[in-house]
Each structure stands twice: as C-alpha cells, then as structure tokens.
C-alpha cells in the first residue's frame, strides 16, 4: 500500500539518522544549497548511500535537486518544510476532550 499523506512521507524521510542530518545541513545551506560532494564532505557519507538518502528525501517532497551543468545541486522546499511544520503546530493547545 502506498501512503498518500505528503506529511506521512516527509517525517517517514526525516526519521532517519542520516536523512535528517542532510537535511539540517541544507537548511542552513539556504536556498543556495549544496552540491552532492559538498554534502558528503560535510557528513562524511560515502556517494552511494548518500544518493539513496538525497533520493528519499527528494521523494518526500522535501529537496529539490537542480541540475547545473554537470554539478546537482540541493535545496531544501522551504514551502514544504513549512506546511510540515504548520501541519505539526496547527492545533497546539486547542485541548482536547475527554
């Protein structure tokens, strides 16, 4: 069964070690993002998985890949991250009944 809930699949991608520390790391990148050398320097990932993790996280929605001549590089949806976290907050303290 394929889950169809966008906020489901974002936080299955972040759930990971490794995921989330990509993550984190182009979050602070900013909308210049990082080239996947560049991201695998900084975390010490070797290409391959780092790949299939930049693979997942591209799948949830959450980076986007842009490819500049022979250089990919990855940003991070801020819009994306952003609903994620409104969807998160949305009814902080609303309470509940009981």
Known sequence: MVDTNPHARALAALGHDARLSI????????????????????LGIAPSTLAHHLSSLVDAGLVVQDKQGREV???????????????????CCVGVSR
Request: aromatic share 10%.
């Open 23 to 42: 993550f984190r790391l182009l979050v602070k990148a900013g909308h210049d993002g990082l080239r996947v050398g560049e991201i695998g320097d900084h």
């Open 73 to 91: 590089f990855n940003h991070v949806d801020f819009a994306a991250m952003n609903r994620l976290v409104g969807f998160l907050t949305a009814q």
